[in-house]
């Protein structure tokens, strides 16, 4: 347990006191469980849940809150996650939605359905895809769900038993060949060339009767747009190969290209990144898929599909790879990206992206000049991958920059830059703010240069400093430990 | 242009900077012929119209009325305290963890959550929360599987068909064997388990309502070396008893019913908390408990080399996310209520669903047989379900899932009641189901 | 950096003992435990496993990497470093002592001596550096 010389936030089971509550459900006599449960089915000791006042609990999530890092906090350029600002309106609009139940009968939700209808179409219009479904909860669910289509895709021609790899670039995300693991594929991995694009020699090298899919990113992990896409769509195409978008990275081309146009033949979007639905500390996220019509009859199920004179929830895709999760999706998230694309329209979505691709080359030029080197030196989109000086690490000169109350950039990814740091500012930062960011970059190199072990002990004034992560791994407390049980997982 | 902050004189500024003459010129290397596509889109609308818009949306929905709706989600109690705490921004535009030192306030609440859902199941050790419950299921198949190294799966017909479903597509991919065992008297009767199967999976209450056997039923596992998943509902395991104390080795389950609204199926989030054993294959993240270079007790994400971003093909699931900000609302929900509020509420369910259950019997309904239930239970009707629930609809109740030929019962429904439910509206309900012709008369059951 | 003399090597960084009584001892090297870094849990084959030269047989964690332990000859799982369980960090501070993976009886001798002797791992150690 920790050491009593620097104090620790109470937990709130350290908060607790027998005999206090907060909130009171209205009020029933209670009925007699044993008589109607039966007395096997009873619980015998109640769980140890918070025994808390409603002021102790506000105080509790309040002091928790400000404890946290937040976008609306400060700026927080996570390369491939897109940080940009979430509109607080949709909050609001998602509120007028939230007591419906999925269970209710579908003419008393012909708002919603319709809704969701629209957002079907919009989503296909700007990816240029045929169809879509929304039920995937997050970008992995959607390349699982885009990954098992295309397997139904080849079984249904009598090609699935060949068909068992995947190709990815080397710098792919790591979701990529988990996801394949989980449809049954193996992956192999297709080199970059020195500008950064996958190896166009290579990657036809690896091409052949054995290969299901190509999962590409476009623009890819560092940052750089893949120009000979459409020669890469060819040859994967003529080799019987299906190509797969990770739209990770759609905020740098929104409303100015298409991945369909491209060729790609399915595509996931990740909701809470280009259309701001929030990320909310790590989910819920929202990651539909888009469809080619030759895939279109493997989509999950349900679909919102025209009734008469309305809408409806439709099971009837007769080669659906079936369902992928309960209910017809993360419907909160999928009406407040409804509500962003309302807002924008097709010119505010190019805005977006003509000031993301602004925003990333002008903090790169600003990086460069307070000293950090750009491996890819070329006009990159709306991410950039840099590197500290020879010598420094990347995770002490983050630390570093926490001090300075902003946020650091992805780090240590894409695996194939050496301490690689990518940073997506997004278009809704101004000027003065990368500014800022790359002034403060510049200090810790300069105090770094003054003072060697500065940064190996930064941060300095954080909530808390550098965690011992070693022992978090190795004698794993992973529960509160009332009283006397050793709240230990070992 | 809203949330984008460029003035004309902040675009011309940084194009200089960047050395181009324009924001198209940074476009160049996208294929000419594919450039600015003609894309068909509904003009943009300022805040005032997109309002006024949704707002003529939501009127096209009939959410209020007296709900009896249950079939994985519910409408209970949330206090007007939790969505204000878990709903603060520094929690919703936060990001992963990834920067302990500046996220504390996520990561502890995440350990707090792991804690509680821990108390709840009586299991050792939760994950950090899943997309939904049936996802859930299907991982927990998944991760019995890779315990056992046996390639089959035994499954209830107890347990809700979406997730059957679901199951079946996760699985499927693996060429991992299902087994459906159908209920008897709405139940699950203890089968004898083969040596080739990985996991028995019972749901507790299950689809139709009923209360299983469970402690017999993970008995039966065992003696084949299988694991037992039990999926239950949250609520419930404030009154009936948890998965630890009969046995199971695996728990997972959907987290609305603790703290979410219903919001037409999602977000919601899912659980998974396993034995000591099966630490090591627990897929998701974990939050641990550490302290920093002073001493501090502080909180991190660890054991991430089971994930995806280091285990790659060999990592325990492909998950990336976990459900944070939803499971972030049953956090405070759980705190707000306290282990005497949550009994409170799971009482009253009860008593409510009982009361119901009675006045229906009394007006001749067929409850499909005599078994104990917690909250939800099913009727048969006299018209298919989805009929029945359209028809109470138009009468301005909520009621009615319907109950799939799978289960062999006829036309039938479910029904649920929480502590929203008054005895008015019970009333209500059982009006409208006689009104309806629905409980008596020789045609009940056919279907 | 420590090579031991006594030691064969592969270029993936694992070292095989002489054997004893025809069973072997394998570990990782002192080179191998310096990159991964710490190290948090291990995960060891079973014994009584037949492993084939090449199979990726265990996994030594540290919190940022897993890294794939492949069996550097062929033979049958005799015994499994139980104390690591507990202490993984002996890896880190004993590779070639305390720190061994697992032993296997030797199903082809001529398998070892076909492995780099202590001066070629030094070599293939350089040019990875």
Partial sequence: MADTSAPSFPTIFERSRPGRRAARPPHFDEPDLAALLGEDQVRAAPPRLPEVSELDLVRHFTQLAHRQFSIDGNVYPLGSCTMKYNPKVHEEAARLFQDLHPQQAPETAQGTLRLLYELQRDLGALTGMDAVSLQPAAGAHGELTGILMIRAYHRARGEGKQRRVVLVPDGAHDTNPATAAMAGYRVVEVPSDATGEVDLDAFTRALGPEVAAVMLTNPNTVGVFETRILEIARRAHEAGAQLYYDGANLNAIVGRVRPGDMGFDVVHLNLHKTFTTPHGGGGPGTGPVGVKAHLAEFLPVPLVVEADQGYRLSEDVPKSIGRMRSFVGNVGNLIRAYAYIRTLGLEGLRRVSGHAVLNANYLRVRMQQAGYTVPFDRLNMHEFVAQPPEGLHTLDIAKALLDEGMHPMTVYFPLIVKEAMMVEPTETESLETLDAYAEALGRVLRRAAEDEGYLAGAPYHTPVRRLDEVRAARRPVLRYAFGDDPGSAD | MPYLPHSEEDVRRALETIGVESIDALFDALPATLRNPDIDLPPAMDETTLLAHLRSLAARDRPAGPNFLGGGMRRHFIPSVTPHLALQSEFVTAYTPYQPEVAQGILQATFEYQTMMSELTGLAVSNASMYDGATATAEAALLAVRQTRRERVLVSRGVHPETRAILATYLEALDIRIDTLDLEHLATPVPTVDGDVACVIVQQPNFLGSLEAMAALTQAAHASGALLVAVVDPLGLAVLTPPGAYGADIAVGDGQTIGNPTAFGGPSFGFMVVTDALLRQLPGRLVGETVDVDGRRAFVLTLQAREQHIRRSKARSNICSNHQLTALMATVNLAALGPQGLREAAAASLRQAHRLADRLRSQGADLAGDVRFFNEFTVRTRRPGSVVRSALAARGVHAGVPVGSEYRLGNAVVLAATELVSDEDIEQLVGALTAEGELEGREVGHG | ?129
């Avoid at chain 3, 492949?70 to 070639?96: C, F, K, M, Q, R």
């Fill in chain 3, 1 to 129: 950096m420590q090579i031991p003399d006594n030691l064969r090597y592969t270029a993936s960084h694992e070292w095989v003992s002489e054997p004893v009584d025809g069973v072997v001892t394998i570990g990782i090297t002192d080179y191998a435990q310096d990159q991964l870094g710490d190290v948090v849990y291990v995960e060891l084959p079973e014994v009584g496993a037949t492993l084939a030269s090449g199979d990726a047989v265990a996994v030594v964690e540290s919190v940022k990497t897993a890294s794939d332990i492949y069996a550097p000859v062929s033979g049958s799982v005799e015994a499994v470093n139980e104390a690591l369980h507990d202490t993984p960090e002996t890896i880190n501070d004993s590779p070639y002592q305390g720190g061994w993976l697992f032993k296997l009886r030797l199903a082809d001798a001529s398998e070892r001596t076909a492995l780099l002797d202590a001066g070629g791992y030094q070599q293939a150690v350089e040019k990875e550096g």
